[in-house]
């Protein structure tokens, strides 16, 4: 069966965008502010396939193709292998290593909760890695987070012009 297409598709859209400038201005800020209180010594503590695996859990959450793609095959040069990137995409994390889960179970939180996690899972992610990874990983989830709504932002663009031949579709 064949659904009609609504008239106004973008008004169907459902994945997180921005909205407004201020939305992209507050991030933009939000990852500076985390990058200039970065400390040197905590980039050495996530490693390139940690880092892809955040990044795909938070992409899971916000549904970015654009970056789905892009971490997908970077995730490939960091050892991750397409079975396991696709099952973070797929919001599973069962077969990623013991000591990453916790890590991983708070970003999806953190996206889940739109970047607010509450005060008890920042707690909790601060006991398990001490608080200079803990802000390197957030510093890792700011980033994806903004990429994310900003693919989404394209897509939603790329529906309104096309008037729903592009962009639109869920994936």
């Known amino acids: 069966m064949i659904r009609p297409r609504p008239a106004q598709p973008w008004r169907a859209f459902r994945r997180r965008r921005y909205t407004r400038l201020g939305q992209l201005w ?3 800020a939000a990852i ?3 990058w200039r209180r970065r400390d040197e010594a905590a980039e050495t503590t996530i490693d390139p396939a940690f880092r892809e695996r955040l990044m795909l859990v938070v992409t899971a959450v916000n549904r970015c193709r654009y970056c789905a793609h892009f971490h997908i095959q970077v995730a490939s040069h960091s050892g991750i292998t397409p079975k396991e990137a696709r099952a973070l995409l797929g919001s599973a994390v069962d077969s990623c290593p013991a000591h990453e889960i916790p890590a991983l179970l708070y970003a999806q939180h953190w996206a ?6 509450d005060a008890a899972a920042r707690a909790g992610l601060e006991a ?3 608080p200079a990874t803990a802000r390197a990983i957030e510093r890792v989830l700011s980033v994806i987070w903004l990429g994310n709504l900003l693919g989404n932002t394209l897509d939603y663009l790329l529906c309104w012009l096309s008037r729903g031949r592009v962009g639109c579709d869920e994936r």
């Open 26 to 28: 507050r991030d933009l």
């Open 112 to 117: 889940e909760r739109e970047r607010g996690p």
């Open 128 to 130: 398990q890695y001490g």
């Open 32 to 34: 500076r502010q985390l």
